[in-house]
Structure formats: structure tokens, C-alpha cells
């Protein structure tokens, strides 16, 4: 029997592709990549999901936090008088005390919170700023101005103009400060800037459907009360 010449090819063995390396070396790491963001995309929505039931449960005591920690100490500062602020503290202690009695589920308080913080009680005392400027320097349009603004705060009454509405009224006379809520009143307060801001006042009472008349005002702890009766039976908005 010849011997086969070494050089030849053997039709017997396979040849070997340039494919078969790759081949050879299995799926590698992409397995263990997918698994692992598989994993890590579970765990995150595990957290979010503790973490909201988490929040959701303090929703009482954020309320307690937020109203002596924040909302307290800005009506103190403000230019309510003392008289509206003393009111005012009491009603909100005597809601915080409430809560921390376990007087009020969450939703409870998480709805009484979210009424506060639409409620104008910071601009108050700035409304009242300018509409004592107007009284003492309006001349031939005082009335109508003031008529417009008993028109804004009947509409904060009726829940028709919110804290927003009243910073936007209330923009002509505000001044960039460094303090918690970032402005202040100008001083001093000016015809043009006063007559602006019952210009915006008419704007916002006449969307508000507020007729055109004054009002007699009715004390701002009296619509805070409404507001935190009406958070209690009814919740948020």
C-alpha cells in the first residue's frame, strides 16, 4: 500500500473555517449581562415601590412637619397682623395636635395640606399693604380699586382664586428678596404699581364670576377653618 504523500489534503478531515473559533467559545457573557439587568431592574422597582408605601403611610406626619416647620413660621413673618397670625397658629397647632393624636387618617391630613398651600394666607397681609396705599393715595379710581380687590379676596373665599392667582396679582409691587419666599413687598409703593395690581385683581375676579360689587370680607382664619372642615370630610383636590 502506497504511502499518502503528507502534503495532500485528506478528504477525510474537516477543515477548519474561521467561524469555528467564535463558534467554539459558546454565548459567552451576554447571558449573565441580561440576568444581572433583569435583577437590578427588579430590585429598583421593589425600592420605588417600598419607598412610595413608605411616604404614602407618613403622609400625616409630613403634613405636621411641613406646617410647623414651614408654613408657621412664614405667616409669622408676614404682614398679617397680629392679631390674624395668633388666629392662625392656634388653628394649625390645633390641627397638628390633631394628628399626632391619631385624630385624622392621612388622606386626611394630606388633604387639609394641599387646601393650605392654595390658600392666599402669605398675600394676605400684601393685599392689605396696597389697599391701604390706595385708600390714602387713589384718587378719582380708589373706589373701583378697591372694589376689585374685595372682588379677589371674595373669589379666594369662594375658593375661586388660589395663592398662585394672588402672587400673580400681587407681581406689580413685588421685589426680589433674600428671604424664604424669595420677594418682597417694594417699598415704597407706587400709583402705577398699586393700580396694576388692581388691573390684574378685575382679571382674575372676573374669570373667578365674582359680581362686580365689594364684599364685606370675612376673617382669613375663618377660610382657613372652612378650608382644613372641608380637607377632613372631603380630602384634596
Known sequence: MPDSDPSEPNPAAPELTASQPADAQGPGWMPAILAATLLMGMAGFIFCGVSTWFLFQKRGELAVRTIRGSYIPAIEQSRLSPTEKKLLVKQLESFSVGVERGDYENWQASGVMQRLQRLPVLQWGELAAVESFLEQHGGESKEESLKQLSRLRRAAE????????????????????????????????????????????????????????????????????????????????
Open 158 to 237: 369662594l375658593d375661586k382664586a388660589t395663592s398662585f392667582d394672588f402672587e400673580d396679582v400681587l407681581s406689580p409691587v413685588h421685589e426680589s428678596a433674600d428671604n424664604s419666599q424669595g420677594r418682597q413687598l417694594v417699598q415704597p409703593l407706587t400709583e402705577a404699581a398699586v393700580q396694576a395690581v388692581a388691573d390684574r385683581a378685575k382679571l382674575v375676579a372676573d374669570r373667578s364670576e365674582v359680581p362686580d360689587q365689594v364684599f364685606t370680607d370675612i376673617p382669613l382664619d375663618a377660610i382657613v377653618k372652612h378650608q382644613i372642615e372641608a380637607g377632613v370630610a372631603e380630602g384634596g383636590f
